[in-house]
């Protein structure tokens, strides 16, 4: 039981969703400073179900490549077969729903992108997941749980956009992250990521320039929001 647990949890990911949760209740106290508890825990998880559903369609379709870096993971997701589809198709109707009974129309517009963006990045042909754009689509992800908020409270401005800038940086940091502990899976199966093409020590360079750059927009960002 526990062990079935433990593959579903890895299955759709749940670390990564807990983080466009969290990304997703900031979001809604940074940009509205009178939001409810429960309104910031609405838009999280919005962006948690959408995430998770990605997370979970990619992980059907990098089966072969998780059984060297992660073969519980792969055993799960074998043992699913088209089940692991379905549960995928259900986080993202879930997702879905929730931005639509916002009543607000680019609410939806944005959920429904993010989810598009994740599809894109997952399923063949485009497989974004393999290519050099890797790092350009989860930017887009992390993005639109601040666009989902913005779009909800009516509020863009520069603040927004710096603050869109240093969670879509962070995500896209948070995918070479992962990828420098798939590089042995990426290289074997020909993958063309951003870490394959510059190689194993160049990409770790990359990787912690792009961290370091985070720092002038995090204290951006604290100005702009008078944190």
Same mark, same amino acid.
């Given at each position: 039981?526990?062990?079935?647990? &433990?593959?579903?949890?890895?299955?759709?990911?749940?670390?990564?969703?807990?983080?466009?949760?969290? *990304?997703?209740?900031?979001?809604?106290?940074?940009?509205?400073?009178?939001?409810?508890?429960?309104?910031?825990?609405?838009?999280?998880?919005?962006?948690?179900?959408?995430?998770?559903?990605?997370?979970?369609?990619?992980?059907?379709?990098?089966?072969?490549?998780? %059984?060297?870096?992660?073969?519980?993971?792969?055993?799960?997701?074998?043992?699913?077969? &088209?089940? /692991?589809?379905? *549960?995928?198709?259900?986080?993202?109707?879930?997702? %879905?729903?929730?931005?639509?009974?916002?009543?607000?129309?680019?609410?939806?517009?944005?959920?429904?992108?993010?989810?598009?963006?994740?599809?894109?990045?997952?399923?063949?042909?485009?497989?974004?997941?393999?290519?050099?754009? &890797?790092?350009?689509?989860?930017?887009?992800? /992390?993005?639109?749980?601040?666009?989902?908020?913005?779009?909800?409270?009516?509020?863009?401005?520069?603040?927004?956009?710096?603050?869109?800038?240093? *969670? /879509? *940086?962070?995500?896209?940091?948070?995918?070479?992250?992962?990828?420098?502990?798939?590089?042995?899976?990426?290289?074997?199966?020909?993958?063309?990521?951003?870490?394959?093409?510059?190689?194993?020590?160049?990409?770790?360079?990359?990787?912690?320039? %792009?961290?370091?750059?985070?720092?002038?927009?995090?204290?951006?960002?604290?100005?702009?929001?008078?944190?």
């Amino acid at each position: 039981m526990l062990r079935s647990v &433990k593959g579903f949890l890895k299955f759709i990911s749940i670390e990564r969703g807990i983080m466009l949760f969290m *990304i997703a209740m900031g979001a809604t106290f940074l940009i509205a400073k009178n939001a409810s508890l429960l309104g910031a825990v609405y838009f999280g998880f919005v962006a948690f179900c959408g995430w998770s559903g990605v997370d979970a369609i990619n992980n059907v379709y990098d089966v072969d490549l998780d %059984m060297k870096s992660d073969p519980l993971r792969a055993e799960y997701t074998k043992n699913l077969g &088209k089940l /692991g589809l379905c *549960i995928s198709l259900i986080f993202f109707a879930v997702s %879905m729903s929730l931005g639509a009974i916002t009543g607000i129309q680019l609410v939806t517009v944005f959920v429904f992108l993010g989810i598009l963006a994740g599809v894109v990045y997952s399923v063949p042909p485009f497989r974004l997941r393999q290519t050099i754009y &890797k790092p350009v689509v989860n930017f887009s992800v /992390g993005a639109v749980p601040v666009l989902m908020v913005a779009a909800f409270f009516n509020v863009f401005s520069v603040q927004i956009l710096v603050l869109l800038l240093l *969670i /879509g *940086i962070s995500t896209a940091v948070n995918s070479l992250w992962e990828d420098l502990a798939d590089y042995v899976s990426d290289f074997d199966a020909r993958a063309r990521t951003m870490l394959v093409v510059l190689g194993f020590k160049r990409g770790l360079y990359l990787t912690i320039l %792009m961290g370091y750059c985070l720092i002038p927009l995090m204290i951006l960002v604290g100005i702009l929001f008078q944190l």
